[in-house]
């Protein structure tokens, strides 16, 4: 099974600053990385995930994603946050796709 | 589409008690999970289902049982309540593209 270590319990940040929440995970044969997000007293929804193919990806809300190989990470980036994303983000590596493995969580607080 | 839906959202139980949390989805899902999400430590995966008739255990079964009779249900039976069981419970399953639709959450209290 894939571990994850999400660096950072807590990120704070002011609105419109640029912000990047980091995840590490251990090495596999084959990966497939999400982020999901989980805002006050809901489930968890998708933001995006990484499956193949370009290394770089694209969510909802502006979210991005670099998957990096050689250092086994997937940081969470956006170039500038709304008061709207103040939220937990997870991270989930998986070895199928179908057997998430959730990081602690991220809080994300976003202050005018 | 309802997407997944949870029931009850919010329970008190003595120690001791037994429930049923309610999970179902009309996605024809085939794998359902069931995790448990506590203060700082992420979401742990309690047990989990291919498909009907198949379940398995997951990192922390002990105090649970599932069952799942048909596609659409996957319901989480607690038999004796302790307060370690304190928790929010979600109930997920995922698509045939990986994504992964959560309910609402139940939020447990046992006392």
């Known amino acids: 099974a894939q571990s994850v270590t999400q660096l950072d319990s807590q990120v704070p940040v002011f609105e419109e600053a640029p912000v990047e929440l980091r995840c590490n995970y251990s090495s596999s044969v084959s990966v497939y990385l999400f982020w999901y997000v989980q805002y006050p007293n809901q489930g968890l929804q998708l933001l995006l995930k990484?499956?193949?193919?370009?290394?770089l990806v694209k969510g909802i809300n502006g979210f991005e994603a670099e998957f990096n190989k050689s250092q086994t990470s997937f940081h969470l980036r956006k170039p500038s946050v709304h008061i709207s994303d103040t939220a937990e983000y997870f991270c989930?590596?998986?070895?199928?796709?179908?057997?998430?493995?959730f990081g602690k969580g991220t809080s994300l607080l976003v202050t005018p | 589409n309802a997407g997944v839906t949870q029931t009850p959202k919010f329970r008190i139980l003595k120690i001791g008690q037994s429930m049923t949390l309610q999970c179902t989805q009309d996605m024809n899902h085939n794998y359902m999970y069931w995790y448990r999400q506590d203060p700082g430590m992420g979401l742990k995966l309690i047990y989990y289902?291919?498909?009907?008739?198949?379940?398995d255990k997951g990192e922390v079964p002990n105090g649970y049982n599932v069952s799942r009779s048909t596609t659409e249900d996957f319901p989480l039976r607690l038999e004796l309540a302790a307060p370690s069981q304190t928790s929010v419970y979600f109930c997920?399953?995922?698509?045939?593209?990986?994504?992964?639709?959560f309910g609402q959450g139940t939020r447990l209290t046992v006392v």
């Open positions: 989930a590596p998986s070895n199928s796709g179908y057997a998430l493995n």
């Open positions: 990484y499956l193949s193919g370009s290394t």
């Open positions: 289902s291919v498909g009907a008739g198949i379940t």
């Open positions: 997920a399953s995922i698509s045939l593209n990986t994504e992964a639709f």
